[in-house]
Nanobody, 123 residues
């Protein structure tokens, strides 16, 4: 069974931190570009960050640069999104996805998706 499962979401105060995990089963993430996406209430889904299959290239949207870091743990077949200095506007359901392309710049290029994990940033 090919599956991606996100975890690590929750409720956090502004300025706090969370680390999201994306664990794969049924296939290895080593050969995939991995992206994190989010969809806030009443908003369109947007790409947040991605990391190439060889870990050479990473991408972040401007609003999270300097605050979020995407990384890969190949031994555990897991990709992480470390989120620091969280803001209320970061509130969203966060999804991870895997693409077989060396460069994946839109959600249409991703082949596998997780179920999402809720992140709520509020006082």
């Amino acid at each position: 069974q090919v599956q991606l499962v996100e975890s690590g979401g929750g409720l956090v105060q502004p300025g706090g931190s969370l680390r999201l995990s994306c664990a794969a089963s049924g296939f290895t993430l080593d050969f995939y570009t991995i992206g994190w996406f989010r969809q806030g209430p009443g908003k369109e889904r947007e790409g947040v960050a991605c990391i190439s299959s060889g870990d050479r290239n990473t991408y972040y949207i401007d609003s999270v640069k300097g605050r979020f870091t995407i990384s890969r743990d190949r031994a555990n077949n897991t990709v992480y999104l470390q989120m620091n200095s969280l803001k209320p506007e970061d509130t969203a359901v966060y999804y991870c996805a895997a693409s077989g392309r060396p460069i994946a710049t839109s959600d249409r290029m991703y082949d596998y998706w997780g179920q999402g994990t809720q992140v709520t940033v509020s006082s």
